[in-house]
């Protein structure tokens, strides 16, 4: 059986004022109604160097990165079979770096065109030797692994919204195998930069955040558990697209960000038994969560 026995967020909003979520850690919450007044919502009072246990790789990390390694180190993690352990992890563009561009860019103009001398003799010195690093979209994967010495399977999805569910259906497979014990399964984004501002127009709901989840191959539950299932009916549905436009569109998190309101809603409802979850604009990609027992 596999199961989802954690859940840790790290957003802007966090998912509504409970707070009795067995395993659970919301960071950075703040009230719906702030988020609702800001253009674009970065992580409240977020401090990377508070959860980040290997300092030097601050510097190596991009937001998106410094996102998913916090909620990665929420999670009750098992200390056993860490070389065997999965991971995987839904991502953006990683466009965040951008601006570093912009000292490039002026030691590389002539009169308003770009001369590919000046940008060789000049620009390249203004670039940050470890841009590569930042912009990189596997880079939140690649951290949380090195973070938590993870050694299993491992896969990074690019993902829009949605298609995180994949990194989920991806570490139950793992875990089907025999391939590992354990994984972590989610998506992480900080998707305020320039680009995908102006990719989607300026989108007033976009805002960052990661959720991953602890899924585990077990003989028999624990108490809390619940089981990932195949997608199919539920009690509840809940759609990705509804809890982004609730809570901020995080672009490769919104899947996770939907994971773990069904989560939520398990733990908070009694009377719920199994929730799918689903996509209103990629049919295919949907699963369920159920209690055992």
């Not at 841009?131 to 690649?142: E, G």
């Not at 509840?236 to 982004?244: K, M, P, S």
């Amino acid at each position: 059986m596999i199961v989802l026995r954690a859940v840790s967020v790290c957003a802007a909003s966090g998912l509504g004022d409970e707070r009795v979520l067995d395993g659970e850690t919301l960071f950075c919450a703040c009230p719906l109604a702030q988020f609702a007044q800001r253009r674009v919502a970065p992580a409240a009072q977020f401090d990377p160097a508070a959860v980040v246990a290997q300092r030097k790789s601050l510097k190596l990390m991009n937001r998106a990165a410094q996102l998913a390694v916090a909620a990665a180190r929420a999670l009750p993690v098992p200390a056993r079979d860490r070389e065997r352990a999965g991971l995987f992890l839904g991502v953006g563009m990683s466009g965040g770096e951008i601006a570093q561009l912009a000292g490039l860019l002026d030691e590389s103009l002539d009169g308003g065109e770009v001369d590919l001398a000046k940008m060789g003799a000049n620009g390249l010195a203004r670039l940050n030797p470890l841009l590569s690093f930042h912009v990189l979209n596997n880079m939140p994967l690649c951290h949380v692994s090195i973070e938590l010495g993870l050694g299993g399977p491992h896969g990074a999805i690019y993902a829009a919204g949605a298609e995180a569910l994949d990194a989920f259906a991806a570490a139950a497979d793992a875990l089907a195998a025999g391939e590992a014990p354990w994984a972590i399964a989610g998506g992480a984004d900080a998707p305020l930069d320039t680009v995908t501002l102006a990719l989607r127009g300026g989108d007033e709901r976009l805002a960052e955040a990661a959720a991953l989840a602890l899924l585990l191959a077990v003989d028999e539950p624990a108490p809390g558990d619940l089981e990932w299932a195949e997608p199919g009916g539920a009690d509840r549905e809940i759609t990705v697209e509804e809890t982004a436009a609730r809570f901020g569109d995080s672009l490769a998190a919104s899947g996770a960000l939907a994971v773990a309101e069904a989560v939520r809603i398990l733990r908070m409802h009694a009377d719920v038994r199994s929730i799918a979850i689903r996509s209103a604009a990629l049919p295919s990609v949907s699963a369920r969560l159920r209690r055992v027992g």
